[in-house]
């Protein structure tokens, strides 16, 4: 059973950065489709970017020039950089995984695999 562990969420100032990371675990990250999706209060989950096993990443426009997605195949783990962070990035961000490839990343229901979310706090 594939397990993804997020991590280094917390609390940041308006403008800060964060850098989240997804380990997963057994070895199965290649070939996969990953992806990082996050939760408001009080909102639906919405996806936030995306990486094809090909290299090829994607971003919701919201995240375009200010979050980065990384993945370091050696060592199982997908990353993502956040900078120029606002309040209304507050949310519990999820990682997701899933061995198909070509279906739009956005489709978070076709993601088999999900972290337990890491809290990510914007304020001043």
């Known amino acids: 059973e594939v397990q993804l562990v997020e991590s280094g969420g917390g609390l940041v100032q308006p403008g800060g950065s964060l850098k989240l990371s997804c380990a997963a675990s057994?070895?199965?990250?290649?070939?996969?489709?990953m992806s990082w999706a996050r939760q408001a209060p009080g909102k639906e989950l919405e996806w936030v970017s995306g990486?094809?096993?090909?290299?090829?990443?994607y971003y919701a426009d919201f995240a375009v020039g200010r979050f980065t997605i990384s993945t370091n195949n050696a060592e199982n783990t997908i990353y993502l950089q956040m900078t120029i962070l606002q309040p209304e990035d507050t949310a519990v961000y999820y990682c997701?995984?899933?061995?198909?490839?070509?279906?739009?990343?956005?489709?978070?229901?076709?993601?088999?695999?999900w972290g337990q979310g890491t809290q990510v706090t914007v304020s001043s």
């Open positions: 997701a995984m899933d061995p198909n490839v070509g279906f739009p990343l956005g489709s978070l229901d076709k993601y088999d695999y």
């Open positions: 057994p070895l199965t990250f290649v070939p996969a489709t």
């Open positions: 990486i094809y096993p090909d290299g090829s990443t």
